[in-house]
């Protein structure tokens, strides 16, 4: 065999060796003419265009997206479409005005401090007022996630943990040490919860948001360190849009991994293909949002221990439901430090842990991955000067009531509630399954844990959607493909709120499919014209005229679109 190899060489040689000769010649013959700087010049100047075409190839997606965006860019400035996209626009504008100031009708807005100071039974007069604005029954269950633990029990405990401590700041934990104790505490019950050993650590932050961008500006400055130039995280596509953000802060590149259409996991094959020397950070959801699945946590570390990359897992939906859910009855998928390769997690104690809203956290293996996510200035004049998480000053009476909410439920108060949930869950995706013309996403009922997807063949799904709405009803739309969900909380689990939802479906779905092509209403109307629109920037244009409607001190104006 060796002789054969070596037989092939020496013909390969034989052939190679007159080409090669001809050409040195030939170049050698062409340079010998010009000046030594002139060759300089040449071999500078092809080095920076081989340089070009190196980068080109290898951001080839991203050059492409940013010739789509100036594509589009410049067809809008066009003369002949110009008018006609600032006409929508205006319209789309006072539409969204509309929808989100419907509730304001008779109304008017504060612009300046009072002249004469209001007493305590005025502004709880004005409080009472504006609690009567909204119509959606979500103390009845009829919302999709939003609220989680809104007992009058716990309600009545937080409050009076927040008038104890509304005031304190544990940036200076020296003034306020019982609300460091009790951040501590809660770091140390969750890493717990997740199977982290002593050396194990993390901080709490402000929400689900904070926590993932924290986490990829760790592993950003990370990377940094051990010398990557361009980091980049690999990340599945029904991870949260959160990773989105993360990367536009912090200029980290994206490479995100299709799903499996069937189990709606990540494709693994493609995640292993997309990782290179500039990976920061994998990325996997316990659970994703869009249709409530697992991704194969375990499958993820793997790659994460053998290509040396850190690995976090999004647990803000599922945080305080899978570390319960053997105890409760159920099996549960690898998902935490038990799995070789996890290095971080990140869990919402506002969803089910039940906590008031603007507290989460989040999770390292040891603190050589946590010290990155810190900041500290060690030449202000002000004096030395760190923080831990974005925020420097942050509301203890989170952090206390937080903690007041977890010793007050415990281990039997969490477990009890994750039954309740994963129950009701399951019996919607049962009863939903057996209604002719709805499908759920993925169809196996016994992966569902809190979120139950649904969507059709037969119809518009998003007149469901709409027709639900007038009976009360406000589920979560989601696009690409069609469908709409319902994230489950305890609200969902009282008495009589699944077997409703139920029925009402069953009635929606026979009304709609009495004319499956009528008119569509304004979700299915919304979504339908997203889905057909190109030019990405345009949703992103409408996107921010909703959030300047929603800051927006001016009374409705009644001009016409």
């Given at each position: 065999m060796l002789e054969l190899i070596s037989?092939?060489?020496?013909?390969?040689?034989?052939?190679?060796?007159?080409?090669?000769?001809?050409?040195?010649?030939?170049?050698?013959?062409?340079?010998?003419?010009?000046?030594?700087?002139?060759?300089?010049?040449?071999?500078?100047?092809?080095?920076?265009?081989?340089?070009y075409i190196w980068n080109f190839l290898c951001n080839f997606e991203d050059n492409l997206q940013r010739m789509k965006l100036k594509f589009f860019r410049m067809a809008r400035n066009a003369p002949i479409l110009r008018e006609k996209i600032a006409k929508k626009m205006k319209e789309a504008r006072h539409d969204i005005e509309l929808s989100v100031k419907k509730f304001d009708k008779g109304s008017t807005y504060v612009e300046r401090l009072p002249a004469k100071p209001l007493n305590k039974k005025e502004v709880a007069e004005k409080l009472t007022s504006y609690s009567k604005m909204g119509q959606l029954q979500w103390k009845d269950g009829f919302v999709s996630g939003a609220v989680y633990g809104a007992t009058q029990e716990l309600g009545e405990l937080v409050t009076e943990v927040f008038s104890r401590h509304a005031f304190s700041n544990p940036l200076h934990a020296d003034v306020f040490p019982d609300i460091r104790k009790m951040e501590a505490e809660i770091?140390?019950?969750?890493?717990?919860?997740?199977?982290?050993?002593?050396?194990?650590?993390?901080?709490?932050?402000?929400?689900?948001?904070?926590?993932?961008?924290?986490?990829?500006?760790?592993?950003?400055?990370?990377?940094?360190?051990?010398?990557?130039?361009?980091?980049?995280?690999?990340?599945?596509?029904?991870?949260?849009?959160a990773f989105d953000k993360a990367a536009q802060?912090?200029?980290?590149?994206?490479?995100?991994?299709?799903?499996?259409?069937?189990?709606?996991?990540?494709?693994?094959?493609?995640?292993?293909?997309?990782?290179?020397?500039?990976?920061?950070?994998?990325?996997?959801?316990?659970?994703?949002?869009?249709?409530?699945?697992?991704?194969?946590?375990?499958?993820?570390?793997?790659?994460?221990?053998?290509?040396?990359?850190?690995?976090?897992?999004?647990?803000?939906?599922?945080g305080f439901l899978l570390p319960f859910l053997e105890e409760a009855g159920f099996k549960a998928p690898p998902f935490d430090f038990r799995v070789d390769g996890v290095t971080s997690i990140s869990c919402d104690t506002h969803k089910y842990g039940y906590a008031p809203k603007g507290s989460s956290v989040l999770m390292y293996r040891n603190k050589d991955y946590r010290r990155f996510q810190y900041f500290a200035a060690a030449d202000w004049p002000g004096g030395v000067y760190a923080s831990a998480t974005f925020a420097g000053s942050r509301p203890?009476?989170?952090?206390?009531?937080?903690?007041?909410?977890?010793?007050?439920?415990?281990?039997?108060?969490?477990?009890?509630?994750?039954?309740?949930?994963?129950?009701?869950?399951?019996?919607?995706?049962?009863?939903?399954?057996?209604?002719?013309?709805?499908?759920?996403?993925?169809?196996?009922?016994?992966?569902?844990?809190?979120?139950?997807?649904?969507?059709?063949?037969?119809?518009?799904?998003?007149?469901?959607?709409?027709?639900?709405?007038?009976?009360?009803?406000?589920?979560?739309?989601?696009?690409?493909?069609?469908?709409?969900h319902i994230c489950l909380t305890n609200l969902h689990a009282m008495k009589g709120v699944a077997e409703k939802l139920i029925q009402d479906v069953k009635t929606c779905v026979d009304d709609i499919m009495k004319t499956p092509n009528a008119a569509i209403g304004s979700t299915a109307a919304m979504y339908g014209a997203v889905a057909t629109i190109p030019d990405r920037s345009i949703i992103s244009d409408i996107a921010f005229a909703y959030l300047d409607a929603c800051l927006d001190s001016q009374p409705m104006r009644e001009e016409t679109k």
């Open positions: 037989y092939y060489i020496t013909e390969a040689a034989e052939i190679v060796q007159p080409i090669y000769t001809k050409a040195e010649l030939c170049i050698n013959e062409h340079f010998s003419r010009r000046r030594p700087l002139e060759i300089i010049v040449i071999s500078c100047i092809g080095l920076l265009i081989l340089q770091v140390r019950m969750v890493c717990n919860m997740f199977h982290g050993d002593e050396a194990s650590c993390g901080t709490t932050t402000s929400g689900g948001t904070e926590s993932l961008m924290l986490a990829c500006k760790a592993y950003r400055d990370l990377a940094i360190d051990r010398g990557v130039r361009a980091p980049e995280m690999v990340i599945p596509v029904t991870a949260h849009c802060y912090f200029t980290i590149k994206m490479r995100k991994i299709p799903i499996d259409p069937v189990t709606k996991q990540v494709n693994l094959r493609a995640m292993r293909r997309a990782i290179n020397k500039n990976t920061c950070m994998l990325i996997g959801s316990a659970p994703n949002y869009p249709y409530g699945v697992i991704d194969q946590i375990d499958k993820i570390g793997a790659l994460g221990v053998k290509y040396g990359i850190p690995v976090h897992v999004d647990s803000c939906l599922g203890g009476s989170l952090i206390a009531a937080c903690w007041a909410t977890m010793m007050f439920l415990g281990q039997p108060g969490y477990v009890k509630a994750t039954r309740e949930i994963v129950n009701t869950a399951r019996k919607l995706a049962s009863e939903f399954s057996k209604i002719k013309h709805l499908r759920l996403v993925p169809e196996d009922p016994d992966v569902v844990i809190n979120v139950v997807t649904i969507a059709s063949d037969d119809f518009n799904i998003y007149r469901l959607s709409d027709t639900l709405n007038t009976k009360g009803w406000a589920l979560n739309p989601l696009q690409f493909p069609p469908c709409i």
